[in-house]
């Protein structure tokens, strides 16, 4: 009997020291609960250990200094129940200070109640027992452990009242129980005593029982608190998201709510299946370098694409003891991607088909005016009837009112679609200021307009930059200057500014006298297709897109373009661009000595070269004519042939200098024909220069063609003097037997 008591009272001693071992390694200093549980278990389990050698003594005074020893525990129980209870009643102010106090009242009494003649100890049925002598001390100890029940009790009934929750309330019935256990088996060995009767280790089992009704207090308190270990599980089973947890061998053990939705199973059967049975996946899924493995595959169940990411989930020693999978259903978006794919690659189609059609309708449309200009030209340079001359000089300048027109038009595409791209090259400042005033001031001429260039003659003369773009910026503008200005002028004054690194900022500003633009419409001057000032300017023709080509090409080129204007007196439009310094060599001046106004121009061949052989590569036989006539003074020997395979033919048969090649023939295109010369062993024109003529003036074309190994470009409808130009620079000296002379 002695032996099983104590066994029993033993083991509640490991069990309560145990419990306050497993508070401890989850940290004591996380909340103060956590350090009253553990004391509260260290105090039960002393009470238990010294109160159970009690029993097993045989002598009186050991007995006696095992029950002193126990003791400890006894008061230690009290106070940090008492703290549980105020812990968890929240009881503040002199009532907790009043209650805690009290219970601190059992340290001072300890010595007391554990002083010699307190108690008598003797031999019973179940082992060495005692009971307490009538004394002060021994009324003290059972009133103190009256008056700490019904504190407890007060406390419990204080949370009782205030809670509002069924968990609280639930809380506090617990431990009221446990007070009323601890209690009742105090009275066996408290009270008992008193009334004579041997004491029965009553309140060591009692307090362990209570002990652990506490703990279980403990942990239904700590489950309904928001902390690190719960909330993995709340937000475990309230995710949406598939989530599936698999053990070291790769089986799946727990599931959350969210997967049994997405499989539209239950839990058990979800875990009865492995990865790869319920994805299509392969079985090493689960083997991967580092921590993560994210992977799309199908699932089986439902046929849902879905996003498995796999994270490896290790012990302290870095050992792995699971994975979790978290499942992430992409379906809509995998389908919402590859319609967003499909109308991308539809998009593109349409805009290869535009890219196309541009290139097509510029092909189209500068063949025809290829021949219109090219004829006229060669009535200009003929006909000796001046009424004839005056027509044929308005059928050349609506002409190119009809080319700048379809200019603007294709850019503007180009620009549109991105594909316009800023080539820099070298260039000289001076010749391109020369060529636009030569331009400009003829219009601005036959408007009886003044016209001038101010131009500083230190500016830094050759320059890195796109050429072309600059002058085409600088051409709409002073065109439009001309255009809108019907008395008075227009100057184009140019500063510059040098930065660091050879650096040029270029400002131009085209100030002119014409119309101005009023106040609210300026703000809409550079929108596609809009023309402002509708009344003033009906009559002058215009399609609106110049400026906004003008805004789009400074902004590719990191300029600026501003205006200021004041309508119906004028206006000043400023672009501003930065250039690089390539030779600082300075520009000088601009004037060369001017023609008397109304004389008109004889056409005289730049050069002579009747030893050159030229082979002429066109479909069109018109075009075949045109580039015939137009070269006709230069008395160059010029063979026309109609196709790729009659040039190649041709090539020989006979040694040429130089071959103009349309790029865009039937069966054999330009570049095509271009490739059959490089590389046929028979060519008697190897060293010839090969210029593609092309009615595909689209920008960038030029690169493009000189990519494919074409030695010049030039541009259909083509301008007699650039062809001239062009070919000189392919002819050489000893050939040239004489230098143009104008007239
Ligand atoms: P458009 O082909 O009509 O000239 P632009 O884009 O070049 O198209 O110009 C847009 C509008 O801006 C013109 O229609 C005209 O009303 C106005 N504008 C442009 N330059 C001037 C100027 N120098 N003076 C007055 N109005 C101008």
């Not at 809380?171 to 009323?180: D, F, G, H, R, V």
């Not at 679609?417 to 060529?435: F, P, Q, T």
């Not at 349309?662 to 010839?688: F, I, V």
Request: include cysteine.
């Amino acid at each position: 009997m002695v032996e099983l008591l104590f066994l029993c009272i033993y083991g509640f001693a490991v069990i309560t020291f145990c419990i306050a071992f497993s508070i401890a390694q989850k940290g004591l200093r996380k909340s103060r609960i956590d350090l009253l549980c553990f004391l509260l278990a260290i105090s039960s389990g002393w009470w238990s250990l010294f109160f159970g050698l009690v029993l097993k003594q045989t002598d009186q005074n050991v007995a006696f200094w095992m029950r002193r020893i126990g003791m400890i525990g006894v008061f230690a129980f009290v106070i940090c129940s008492t703290y549980m209870m105020v812990y968890w009643s929240d009881i503040r102010g002199r009532m907790r200070r009043y209650v805690t106090g009290f219970a601190w009242l059992g340290a001072p009494l300890y010595p007391f109640t554990v002083l010699k003649g307190n108690t008598t100890f003797e031999m019973t049925t179940y082992g060495m027992s005692y009971r307490m002598n009538s004394g002060i001390w021994s009324t003290a100890y059972t009133v103190y452990y009256i008056v700490a029940a019904l504190n407890m009790l007060m406390l419990v009934i204080h949370l009782l009242r205030r809670s509002i929750r069924r968990r609280e309330k639930v809380m506090a019935y617990n431990l009221i129980t446990c007070i009323a256990i601890v209690v009742l088996g105090s009275i066996l060995d408290t009270v008992m005593p008193l009334v004579g009767l041997a004491a029965f280790p009553g309140s060591t089992i009692g307090q362990f029982i209570g002990m652990m009704a506490l703990y279980q207090t403990y942990l239904f308190y700590k489950k309904s608190q928001m902390n690190i270990e719960n909330m993995s599980q709340f937000v475990y089973y309230s995710v949406d998201e598939p989530v599936f947890l698999f053990d070291e061998a790769e089986r799946l053990c727990i599931v959350n709510n969210g997967a049994t939705v997405f499989l539209e199973m239950s839990a058990e059967e979800c875990c009865k299946m492995r990865l790869n049975e319920i994805f299509e996946l392969n079985r090493d899924v689960f083997r991967f370098q580092g921590g993560k493995n994210r992977v799309e595959a199908c699932c089986i169940q439902n046929h849902n694409i879905c996003s498995v990411s796999i994270d490896k989930i290790y012990d302290d020693y870095q050992d792995i003891i699971g994975y979790i999978v978290i499942v992430h259903d992409i379906t809509e978006r995998v389908h919402m991607m590859e319609k967003l794919d499909q109308e991308r690659q539809r998009a593109d189609k349409a805009n290869e088909a535009k890219g196309v059609f541009l290139a097509n309708m510029s092909h189209e449309i500068r063949t025809p005016i290829n021949a219109v200009m090219g004829m006229n030209e060669m009535i200009i340079r003929e006909c000796e009837d001046n009424e004839i001359l005056e027509y044929a000089q308005n059928i050349r300048d609506a002409s190119k009112t009809l080319l700048a027109l379809i200019n603007d038009i294709l850019d503007f595409s180009k620009i549109e679609s991105g594909m316009m791209e800023v080539v820099e090259e070298a260039y000289s400042l001076k010749a391109m200021l020369k060529a636009l005033e030569k331009e400009c001031s003829m219009r601005a001429e036959a408007k009886g307009l003044a016209f001038k260039f101010v131009v500083p003659e230190d500016t830094p003369n050759v320059l890195l930059g796109d050429e072309v773009r600059v002058r085409q910026v600088l051409l709409n503008i002073l065109t439009n200057a001309i255009k809108y200005t019907l008395k008075g002028g227009v100057t184009m004054t140019l500063s510059y500014e040098k930065r660091e690194n050879k650096r040029l900022w270029l400002t131009f500003a085209v100030t002119d006298t014409g119309i101005g633009i009023k106040e609210e419409n300026i703000g809409r001057l550079f929108d596609k297709f809009d023309r402002v000032n509708e009344e003033e300017i009906h009559a002058i023709e215009g399609s609106g897109l110049g400026l906004s080509i003008v805004d789009r090409l400074m902004k590719l080129m990191h300029g600026t373009v501003k205006v200021e204007s004041e309508f119906g007196k004028g206006s000043t439009f400023t672009v501003a661009l930065e250039q690089k310094i390539i030779e600082d060599q300075p520009i000088g001046s601009l004037q060369e000595e001017k023609k008397t106004p109304g004389e008109r121009v004889r056409y005289m061949p730049q050069f002579i070269a009747p030893d050159i052989k030229v082979l002429v590569v066109d479909d069109n036989k018109v075009n075949l004519t045109v580039v015939k006539g137009l070269l006709r003074k230069t008395q160059m020997q010029i063979t026309c042939v109609l196709s790729g395979r009659e040039c190649l033919e041709a090539v020989r048969r006979e040694a040429y200098h130089i071959i103009l090649l349309d790029y865009m023939m039937p069966e054999m295109d330009g570049a095509e024909t271009l490739e059959q010369l490089k590389t046929m062993p028979d060519n008697r024109s190897k060293d010839a220069a090969v210029i593609v003529l092309t009615a595909n003036a689209m920008a960038g074309m030029k690169e493009l063609y000189l990519e494919q190994g074409f030695d010049a470009y030039i541009s259909k409808p083509i301008d007699g003097t650039a062809l001239e130009q062009l070919l000189m620079e392919y002819i050489p000296q000893e050939y040239l037997t004489k230098k143009a002379v104008r007239s």
